[in-house]
């Protein structure tokens, strides 16, 4: 099977869900703004709960390359306030490399929570392609795409904002995945460090 039949029949499966936001309202234009809304809101919310399982799955990964950094990091300066170079240039190329393997899978973590942004821009396509978006009492006509997008970049940033305001602000902080404020814990921790 193909990437674009496993889109298809997922789409498929789907469609059923995602529509009837659409037929709650008779008004067209009315039924489009709102439905669109609730696909927004299912993308961020959807994309949240997959970025909150993936950052569990790595948590460990992610603190143990921290906690790597910080040790390469250490043993650097501490080679370099000995004067010895060579053991600098190594340890620091090691701190470098934890670095970009910790930063990359915080990168593909925070990226996880996308598909479902870009699942529902690939049913409102199949769905909406060639019919133009109706602005409710006016006689303006939009295209679907930039209007998905500023919808859900306006209810993603809601989301997060009401996030932080709630109770959820304990799961939504980067210092479960990122426990970079533990690193001077880390650093006197170490053997050989100051």
Known sequence: MTFQEVTNLLLGGLDPMLIEPY??????????????????????????????VVSLINKRFVKERNQEMTSWQNRAMNALRAGNKEVYTGANKLATDAFGRSF????AMGLSSLWPAFLGAAWLQLRFQGVPVLVPQTDWELRW????????I???VSYSMLMKMTKGKELYSQKEINPTDDAAETATALPGSP
């Open 154 to 156: 306006l209810i993603r």
């Open 145 to 152: 795409l930039p209007v998905y997008v500023v919808m859900y």
């Open 23 to 52: 037929r709650w309202i008779a008004d067209p234009a009315w039924a489009w703004w709102l439905g669109t809304g609730l696909l927004c809101l299912w993308a961020v919310v959807v994309g949240d709960i997959t970025y909150r």
């Open 104 to 107: 990359f899978m915080q990168l």
